[in-house]
């Protein structure tokens, strides 16, 4: 059993299917899945809160992407705050820094972030966190604000060993994507197998970055345990260890709600 910690099932790839990716996933044995907003309008985190409400073992996150980070207004954060209400939004996110697209100038993309931190720490949520060759500038940012006291996780992870070292001093937990399973991603397989234990996390990112074999077609959250075999792979042990031990770490940090309960 696994736990997909970040896909966006709310995304238009999912559109005409949604409630069959999810019957996948539950066949391939992910038990609880996290669906992240972020991307867009207001209303893919409309949708993706929707969707959670709909399925007990689905929950939600809601943010601004840091590509959107120009239209992060303090009216999008009271929709936020707004959406937070429901009992199954149990991260603030994905927020953070992307200074490989750029889509979003990076000071607003950091006023982003600096308000997407306050709002985590004011709904006593953790924060997801989006890290694309920004790490220095992001580790310096959550330095002088502080992590929210529900801690956050850095998603889909893309550094090396010594920005994951950085982000565990911070206090974050570390996502793993299918980025692992390919050819060109040594050091990040490197950081992988560094991890604490109790810090590591598994995910999918779909609809985006299906892992091999998959890669190149629509990636889907019951992918996650091509993910979680490489990952436990790299760090030497079973996969239906290091399944449940990503389940135990997800639960304490997003407060998810026990399977079977």
Known sequence: MIVDTHCHLADAKFRDDVEAVIARATDAGVVQIISVGAIGAIENDLMTVEIAERHKNIFAAVGVHPHDAKDCTPDRIAQLRDLAAS??????????????????????????????????AELD??????????????????RET????????????TGDANAAREFLALGFCISFSGI???????????????????????????????????????????????????LAN????????????????????????????
Do not use: W
């Not at 949520?125 to 959550?142: G, N, S, T, W, Y």
């Not at 502080?146 to 992870?157: E, K």
């Not at 050819?183 to 992988?192: D, F, L, P, T, V």
């Open 125 to 142: 949520l953790p924060i997801v966190i989006h890290c694309r060759d920004a790490e220095h500038r992001l580790v310096e940012i959550v």
């Open 87 to 120: 009992k199954k939004v149990v991260a603030i996110g994905e927020s953070g820094l992307d200074f490989h697209y750029m889509h979003s100038p990076p000071e607003a993309q950091e006023a982003s972030l600096r308000a997407h931190l306050a709002l985590a």
């Open 234 to 261: 790299l760090r030497r042990v079973d996969a239906a260890t290091l399944g449940a031990q990503v389940i135990a770490n997800a639960a304490r940090v997003f407060r998810l709600v026990g399977i079977g309960d």
């Open 180 to 230: 692992i399973t390919f050819k060109n991603a040594g050091a990040i397989r490197e950081a992988a197998a560094i991890v604490p234990d109790d810090r590591v996390m598994v995910e999918t990112d779909s609809p985006y970055l299906a892992p091999d074999p998959y890669r190149g077609k629509r990636n889907e959250p019951a992918y996650v345990m091509r993910t979680l075999e490489m």
């Open 146 to 157: 502080g992590i929210p006291a529900r801690g956050g996780v850095i998603h889909c992870f």
